[in-house]
């Protein structure tokens, strides 16, 4: 199983950006996606992810509302939107693949498989 992050870079403070995250349809019927994101010095931290079974996402509470998770129809490709970008957003994007239960959601370590990683710089 392969997972490609990509869209990070530069932008400024209210900006917005959106990831991608590649991956086979295979991997997409199989995994649930996350995402996390690290800053330097930090430990991972859980964003969001989008269930296998339903395509319903689920947020971490400090981005509900700023931060959107979707798949394309194709099923190759999951998204994070990225709105009112903050400076303290910024960090290495990761997405991963597992099937944590819906209470473990924020686990990292209950992923098998991550990308590796793209980074998003939030100028203020």
């Known amino acids: 199983v392969q997972l490609q992050a990509s869209g990070g870079g530069l932008v400024q403070a209210g900006g917005s950006l959106r990831l991608s995250c590649a991956a086979s349809?295979?991997?997409?019927?199989?995994?649930?996606i996350s995402w996390f994101r690290q800053a330097p010095g930090k430990e991972r931290v859980f964003l969001g992810g989008i269930r296998r079974t339903n395509s319903n996402a689920v947020y971490a509470d400090s981005v509900k509302g700023r931060f959107t998770i979707s798949r394309d129809g194709l099923k190759s490709h999951v998204y994070l939107q990225m709105n009112s970008l903050k400076p303290e957003d910024t960090a290495v994007y990761y997405c991963a693949a597992g099937r944590p239960a819906l209470s473990a959601y924020d686990r990292a370590g209950l992923y098998y498989f991550w990308g590796q990683g793209t980074q998003v710089t939030v100028s203020s």
């Open positions: 349809a295979r991997t997409f019927r199989d995994y649930d």
